[in-house]
């Protein structure tokens, strides 16, 4: 089961699953939820190859594919481990 670490609290998701809700958990602020303001971004630590591809939303916000930034609102875990940060 894939392993998410957000502000230092740690989740277990099911494979595929939209890091969203845990990241909120963990207090990370949102606003659209659409991939429209960013302000869910989130710097992944570690683990981003076990995010899904960056998506058109992510592409328009500037979030570039080989960078350290995701949209919490748009990525979901594929595998393994992922580590991040969000602004709360
Ligand atoms: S909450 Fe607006 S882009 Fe994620």
Redesign the pocket.
């Known amino acids: 089961m894939p392993k998410l670490k957000v502000n230092k609290k740690e989740f277990v998701l099911k494979e595929g699953e939209a890091v969203k809700k845990y990241c909120e958990e963990a207090g990370v602020v ?11 971004i989130i710097q992944i630590k570690d683990g981003k190859e076990n995010l899904s591809e960056i998506n058109q ?1 992510e592409m328009d ?1 500037g979030i570039e594919a080989d960078g350290e930034m995701r ?4 990525c979901r875990i594929e595998k393994g481990n992922v580590e991040c940060e969000g602004y709360i």
């Open positions: 949102f606003g659209c939820e659409d991939g429209q303001c960013g302000t869910c939303n916000l949209l919490a609102c748009q």
